[in-house]
């Protein structure tokens, strides 16, 4: 059965940094391509960054590029987003997600981006 644990999420101040993590288990973790999205209410999710699963190469969105960092430790299972500067139009749901031969979604943790 496949399942996330999702952490890091919360209370940041503008400026401020919070670190997501999330494990994965259920599934070949290391062969698959680790994204972030995010969803602002009412809207559709939003892709923020990705990291592939061999080739160690990563993708940001134009709005969180040089403040959010993506890693990923397979020994741990573990994808990370690392974000720094935060901002108010940070404040969304964000979800972590697997890709390979199947999708996989977690169920998302809360980051408000608040003074």
């Known amino acids: 059965q496949v399942q996330f644990v999702?952490?890091?999420g919360g209370l940041a101040q503008p400026g401020g940094s919070l670190t997501?993590?999330?494990v994965g288990s259920g599934f070949p973790f290391s062969s698959y391509t680790m994204t972030w999205y995010r969803q602002f209410p009412?809207?559709?999710?939003?892709?923020?960054a990705h990291i592939h699963a061999t080739d160690p190469g990563t993708s940001?969105?134009?709005s969180v590029k040089?403040?959010?960092?993506?890693?990923?430790?397979?020994?741990?299972?573990t994808v990370y987003l690392q974000m720094n500067n935060?901002?108010?139009e940070d404040t969304a749901v964000y979800?972590?997600?697997?890709?390979?031969?199947?999708?996989?979604?977690?169920?998302g943790?809360?980051?408000?981006v608040s003074s």
């Open 60 to 62: 940001y969105v134009d």
């Open 6 to 8: 999702e952490s890091g």
């Open 66 to 77: 040089g403040r959010f960092t993506i890693s990923r430790d397979n020994a741990k299972n």
């Open 95 to 107: 979800y972590c997600k697997a890709a390979g031969d199947k999708s996989y979604w977690g169920r």
């Open 109 to 112: 943790i809360q980051v408000t």
């Open 86 to 88: 935060l901002k108010p």
């Open 20 to 22: 997501l993590s999330c």
């Open 42 to 48: 009412g809207k559709e999710r939003e892709w923020v």
